[in-house]
T-cell receptor, first 114, second 112 residues
Framework: DAGVIQSPRHEVTEMGQEVTLRCKPI?????LFWYRQTMMRGLELLIY????????DSGMPEDRFSAKMPNASFSTLKIQPSEPRDSAVYFC????????????FGQGTRLTVV | KQEVTQIPAALSVPEGENLVLNCSFT??????LQWFRQDPGKGLTSLLL?????REQTSGRLNASLDKSSGRSTLYIAASQPGDSATYLC???????????FGPGTRLSVLP
């Protein structure tokens, strides 16, 4: 398996524009996580899915953020409208079900909102 | 709420030294703890996973220990190499869900 695949790797957009980040988890994994990494706050969980169903979205900062997982092999994180403070690296991760399973991370999407 | 801290925030050592990175967590009711490595501009690479019932895990020059009752884990790197230079993050999974809570990381520089 190629691992967790995220696209795009880099995104620069103007304030107010819609941004969509994409993730393809490792085949067969039951869980998918979206994290955000900033210098100030480190890695924070935004939302995670179990078998395509959102389980915990308490980390989603505002209604401007939304995430979907239409099938087991694809998820999106959308920001609309984007703001400069959304600039961060967004990571997607996936894992098998179970309490003692590893999480595998994608390479991340570096988002810059100007 | 689980909180994870890592000491030191940054560390610089000469090549060949053995070193220890520390991770502390406030809620000892964890299922496992995972150590990751992150290179600049890259994603996270899993290094070791320690289950709550385990005391340590080893992979090559890396050894991670876990003392759940005291809320601590250490990552020991033997005979450090310049290629070990990266940020090392620990993360814990507890009974609050399937997600990991991350520490802020330790930035390691190994000088040739």
């Amino acid at each position: 398996d190629a691992g967790v695949i995220q696209s795009p790797r880099h995104e620069v957009t103007e304030m107010g524009q819609e941004v969509t980040l994409r993730c393809k988890p490792i085949s067969g994994h039951d869980y998918l996580f979206w994290y955000r990494q900033t210098m100030m706050r480190g890695l924070e969980l935004l939302i995670y899915f179990n078998n395509n169903v959102p389980i915990d979205d308490s980390g989603m900062p505002e209604d401007r953020f939304s995430a979907k997982m239409p099938n087991a092999s694809f998820s999106t994180l959308k920001i609309q409208p984007s703001e400069p403070r959304d600039s961060a690296v967004y990571f997607c991760a996936s894992s098998f079900i179970g309490l003692n399973t590893e999480a595998f991370f994608g390479q991340g999407t570096r988002l810059t909102v100007v | 709420k689980q909180e994870v801290t890592q000491i030191p925030a940054a560390l610089s050592v000469p090549e060949g030294e053995n070193l220890v990175l520390n991770c502390s967590f406030t809620d000892s009711a964890i299922y496992n703890l995972q150590w990751f490595r992150q290179d600049p501009g890259k994603g996270l690479t899993s290094l070791l996973l320690i289950q709550s019932s385990q005391r340590e895990q080893t992979s090559g020059r890396l050894n991670a220990s876990l003392d759940k009752s005291s809320g601590r884990s250490t990552l020991y790197i033997a005979a450090s190499q310049p290629g070990d230079s990266a940020t090392y993050l620990c993360a814990v999974k507890g009974n609050y869900g399937q997600n990991f809570v991350f520490g802020p990381g330790t930035r390691l520089s190994v000088l040739p």
